[in-house]
C-alpha cells in the first residue's frame, strides 16, 4: 500500500492490512507532515498505533501541532493538558513501556509542562515532615499519589491518573535517569507555587512552567517556516502603525522578516544565486510562504482563524495593493506591507467605525466575498462605505 493511502484509511483497520515491517515502513514514508495529516484525520486518542510505529521525529511534529491550540483566532497558542493527557493514554492503551520510552525521547520541557499540569512533585522527606509539623496542607491526603524513589507525585485530579501512574512506573524502570531528571524539574516548580499560594491553590494552578516549553516550540517550528502569532502581529502592527512614506523610504526588511530569512536562509540556503527578488512576480515560494503564514497567524477573517487557501489568496490581494501603490519593486514582504498599510488605514478602520459586517472590517478587507486587491478594488469599497455612512 502507498504510504500516502494510509491517510485515507480509518485507524486501527489499516493496520490489518499489512504486516508489523511493512506498516512501519509505511507509517516513516509518510514523514511528518503526513503523519500529522493521519493523526489529524484519526483523532489523537485512536492514533496510539500509529505513534507507536512513527520515528521520534514524526512524534514530535506531532505533539507540537497537537497539543497547543488557539484559543481565539490571532492570539497567542496555549498548551492543552488534556491532549497531552489523550496522548499520553492512546500510548498506554497500546504499551505503557512505549509510553515510556516517547516521554523520554521527548523535549524534557514539554514534558515537564505536561506532567505539571496533571500532578505536583514533591521530595517525600521533606513533605512529610512538613506535614507532621503542621505547615503543609492535609488535603494532600485526599489526592491520588505515587511514590517514586524521593519523589512523591501528588495527582490534581482523578482524570488520566492510571496512564500517568503507568507511564511514570515504567519510565522508572527503563529510563530512571530521565524520570530524576523530569521529576526534580517538577519539583522545583511545585517548591515555588506551594511556597506562593499554598497547596490547595497550588493544585487548582495550571499557569506554571508553559513558557519554556512554549520557547521550545517556536524555535522548533521557526525552522520550519511557521511565525508564531505575537511575530505575525508585530509585523502587522509596524505595517499599519508606520506611515507609508516612512516604509517607502526604508530599504531593506522590517526586523521580524529579516530574522525570519536570517534564518530561514541559514537552515535553507537559496538553490540558485540570484533569484528575483522585486516584485510579487519574482517572489521565492520561502517569500510568499512566510507572508501566508504571517496571516494564518495574525490575521482573523469572519471571527475565525482563515484558511491556508484563504490566507494564500488574501497574500496576493494585499500584495497587489502594494504594487499598485509603488510598483513591483522591493521584496514582497514590503509590498505586502504597503498593501496591509493602505487597506488598513482606507477601508479597514472606517469599515470598523461605522461596525460595517460585509467583510471590509476584518483584517484582510473583502467585498462581495473577495479580496480587495487593487485600486479598484479599494473604490468600490469606499462607494459601499460612503453607502453606509448615509
Do not use: K, N
Not at 514530535?60 to 501541532?65: K, N
Not at 522508572?172 to 530521565?178: E, L, M, S, V
Not at 482573523?300 to 484558511?307: D, E
Not at 519593486?329 to 496591509?340: E, K, Q, S, W
Request: aromatic share 6%.
Amino acid at each position: 500500500m502507498p504510504s500516502d493511502d494510509l491517510v485515507h484509511h480509518e485507524g486501527r483497520a489499516a493496520l490489518d492490512l499489512l504486516d508489523d515491517a511493512a506498516l512501519a515502513t509505511a507509517v516513516a514514508e509518510l514523514g511528518t507532515d503526513g503523519m500529522q495529516a493521519l493523526v489529524a484525520r484519526v483523532g489523537l486518542a485512536d492514533a496510539g498505533h500509529w505513534l507507536a510505529l512513527a520515528t521520534p521525529e514524526q512524534v514530535l511534529a506531532v505533539l507540537d501541532a497537537e497539543l497547543w491550540l488557539v484559543p481565539r483566532a490571532g492570539q497567542d497558542e496555549r498548551f492543552d493538558a488534556g491532549r497531552f493527557l489523550t496522548w499520553l493514554e492512546a500510548l498506554v492503551e497500546v504499551d505503557p513501556a512505549l509510553a515510556a520510552d516517547r516521554l523520554a525521547e521527548a523535549p524534557q520541557e514539554l514534558v515537564v509542562l505536561g506532567l505539571f499540569r496533571q500532578a505536583l512533585v514533591f521530595d517525600t522527606d521533606e513533605l512529610w515532615l512538613a506535614v507532621a509539623r503542621g505547615l503543609m496542607d492535609p488535603a494532600i491526603d485526599d489526592q491520588p499519589q505515587l511514590e517514586l524513589g524521593d519523589h512523591l507525585v501528588v495527582g490534581r485530579g482523578l482524570d488520566g491518573w492510571d496512564a500517568l501512574v503507568q507511564a511514570l512506573a515504567e519510565l522508572a524502570d527503563r529510563h530512571p535517569t530521565d524520570l530524576d531528571a523530569l521529576l526534580d524539574r517538577c519539583r522545583e516548580l511545585t517548591d515555588r507555587l506551594v511556597a506562593d499560594q499554598g497547596l490547595r491553590d497550588a493544585l487548582l494552578d495550571e499557569g506554571e512552567a508553559e513558557e519554556e516549553a512554549a520557547l521550545e516550540r517556536e524555535d522548533r517550528r521557526a525552522r520550519e517556516g511557521f511565525v508564531a502569532p505575537h511575530a505575525a502581529r508585530s509585523f502587522l502592527a509596524l505595517a499599519t502603525d508606520v506611515d507609508l512614506e516612512t516604509q517607502r523610504a526604508f530599504v531593506g526588511r522590517d526586523p521580524v522578516a529579516a530574522a525570519y530569512f536570517r534564518d530561514w536562509d541559514h537552515q535553507h540556503p537559496p538553490s540558485a544565486q540570484g533569484v528575483a527578488r522585486a516584485g510579487l512576480a519574482g517572489a521565492r515560494p520561502e517569500e510568499l510562504g512566510f507572508l501566508v503564514q504571517v496571516v494564518l497567524a495574525g490575521c482573523v477573517l469572519g471571527g475565525r482563524a482563515p484558511t491556508l487557501e484563504e490566507a494564500a489568496r488574501a497574500v496576493l490581494a494585499v500584495c497587489r495593493v502594494g504594487e499598485a501603490v509603488v510598483g513591483p519593486a522591493g521584496t514582497t514582504d514590503a509590498l505586502f506591507r504597503f498593501g496591509y498599510h493602505v487597506v488598513h488605514h482606507r477601508i479597514v478602520r472606517r469599515a470598523r467605525r461605522l461596525r460595517d459586517r460585509s467583510g471590509l472590517a476584518d483584517d484582510v478587507p473583502s467585498l462581495d466575498g473577495r479580496f480587495l486587491s487593487g485600486p479598484d478594488d479599494l473604490d468600490r469599497a469606499v462607494a459601499r462605505l460612503d453607502a453606509i455612512r448615509r
